[in-house]
């Protein structure tokens, strides 16, 4: 299992960017996937989910902010992150779900390097 997260950078408060995961190693559309978060001193957090048949969920504080989406054919996963807040500063992690739904405990591996996202004026 390979996964490869970029598109994370600097941003200002109001600002959006757009991660992507490349994944590989397994077959893709078999799984859902996770968006994970940590920052210093605290654990990963879940962030998102989206199931194999691209039913996505979110946790709540970014729900109307983010969206997941995912590309089988690419084999790619993505969030779109608008109106980001200080509070979204993290290095964010795709992760592989155990199985084509989604679902707590949400998987935490694997997991790819990560990309960081700052959120700063």
């Known amino acids: 299992v390979q996964l490869v997260e970029s598109g994370g950078g600097l941003v200002q408060p109001g600002g959006s960017l757009r991660l992507s995961c490349v994944a590989s190693?397994?077959?893709?559309?078999?799984?859902?996937m996770n968006w994970v978060r940590q920052t210093p001193g605290k654990g990963l957090e879940w962030v998102s989910c989206i199931t194999g048949g691209d039913v996505p969920s979110y946790r709540d504080s970014v729900k109307g902010r983010f969206t997941s989406s995912r590309d089988n054919a690419k084999n790619t996963l993505y969030l779109q992150m608008n109106n980001l807040k200080p509070e979204d500063t993290a290095v964010y992690y795709c992760t592989r779900a155990p199985t084509f739904t989604c679902g707590p405990p949400y998987s935490t591996s694997p997991r790819g390097r990560g990309t960081q996202v700052t959120v700063s004026a």
């Open positions: 190693g397994f077959t893709f559309d078999f799984y859902a």
